[in-house]
């Protein structure tokens, strides 16, 4: 069976459009952005079993970091974009205390995209 990232990934033409400000992003586009965030997870240990938590605007940018912690085999799970500072810091305190989870501590950039 495949897994998600590879059905999306295998695309062509647009994948996403954002409605507000008409941006789109195709999904060879979305391959590549996917594939330099799990290359740069893979450089920060981050891996099969491990838990993305994404604080950002759900715009086109959010899915290649997405699929980038899928591709490495990890769940993805989305923090409010208006959350407060606290809240994202109380988030990050959740995910480091359960086992199960990854959390750097870290914010990971990725062409202008946390």
């Given at each position: ?36 965030v799990a290359?740069?997870?893979?450089s920060r ?24 912690a899928m ?44």
């Open positions: 069976m495949s897994s998600l990232p590879d059905l999306v990934l295998a695309r062509s033409g647009t994948a996403l459009i954002h409605g507000p400000s008409g941006r789109s992003l195709s999904y060879d586009e979305l391959a590549s952005r996917a594939e330099r290359a740069k997870l893979a240990g981050f891996g099969p079993g491990d838990v993305l938590a994404i604080h950002a605007p759900n715009v086109p940018p959010w899915a290649g970091i997405a699929l980038g591709l490495r085999g990890g769940t993805v799970t989305g923090m409010h974009a208006a959350a407060t500072p606290r809240e994202v810091a109380d988030m990050a305190a959740f995910l480091a205390s359960d086992r199960s989870a990854y959390t750097s501590g870290a914010t990971v950039t990725i062409d202008g995209a946390h």
